[in-house]
């Protein structure tokens, strides 16, 4: 249950994401929570979009591993790894706190389902 909860969390995060580099990337919202000025977020939408699209795909991906399967579970391991190396690369390449926002969340999820918590 936790593990679910869990990989739950990290979908949702990750759906947020995906509307924050889509849709909101040059509003306040989107220039607030990447610490943006409008100028480079007008030069950067494009880019932003894919990173969005991307976020949407590991979120589509961790819901499919929430409904019920033969391979659900593999699923969940794949795509919470996937979080996990897309986090330590940003926290290394662009910001640290995405090491706290995006890959803790999916390492915490990984181990609850070896735990099988």
Known sequence: MIATVLTALVALIH???????????????????????????AQTKTLAANQGLYNGFLAAGLIYGLVPGPHAEAFKVFFLICVVVAGVYGAATAS??????????AALALIALGLNL
């Open 15 to 41: 759906i947020y994401i995906l509307i924050l580099e889509m849709f909101l990337w040059q509003k306040p919202a989107g220039l607030k929570a990447f610490g943006l000025s409008r100028e480079f977020a």
């Open 96 to 105: 640290r706190k995405i090491l706290f926002i995006q890959a803790l969340p």
